[in-house]
């Protein structure tokens, strides 16, 4: 079991490397990562994903410790979010995409059955007035906030797909059909939501 955690993590981080490689397909500026420098786009790639909560700049000492390819470098706070910020959400959506596709689904319910759960729930962002997920409310208590829609393995304990929305404009239905349509599952499966997703439209396609 053990080995298998570590080639898992090892295909990630290959998966990881080659996002960073192509890293101009999935982001607009051209010039971005182009320098080499401790915040190279495979460790701002990895950081968010490997984060603990810790207060960011003990994360960054973390993900630039002595054991790794840019150990020792001093990195600040903002030099960081400046680096983050010419990231966009496609570069994670492909890495959790092609990691999937490594690792497809493999358990059963009675050798038959993939079955598959359906669900969301809301994210608090930090505030900003610019951003499109602001919820406008009285009192001065308006506040951002996303709808991630998610579609989880049950059997083999993994997330098989998610979209996320604005909040104001969150359509749960309308993202489990587009998560059941992209699913490449040759296979007999079974869908469990709650009782929120019901509708004839969701019936029909399904």
Partial sequence: MKTLHQNILERFDQIINDTAIHIHDFIDDPHAFTRKRSLDAFTVLKMPI????????????????????????????????????????????????????????????????????????DLDQLWNPKSQNRILVKNNQSYCQIHNNAMYNLLDNTYQDCILQAKA??????????????????????????????????????
């Fill in 50 to 121: 490997n984060m603990q909560g810790n207060c960011l700049s003990k994360e960054i000492d973390d993900a630039l410790d002595d054991n790794s390819p840019n150990g020792g470098d001093i990195v600040s706070v903002s030099a960081y979010v400046q680096q983050k910020a010419k990231l966009s959400p496609k570069c994670f959506e492909h890495i959790f995409h092609v990691f999937n596709d490594k690792f497809p689904a493999k358990t059963k319910l009675n050798d038959k059955y993939f079955v598959f759960a359906f669900d969301g729930t």
């Fill in 169 to 206: 404009q969150m359509d749960e239905r309308g993202a489990t059909l587009r998560m059941l349509k992209r699913l490449d599952c040759i296979h007999p499966y079974i869908a469990i939501m709650d009782r929120g997703y019901e509708s004839f439209n969701l019936i029909e396609k399904l």
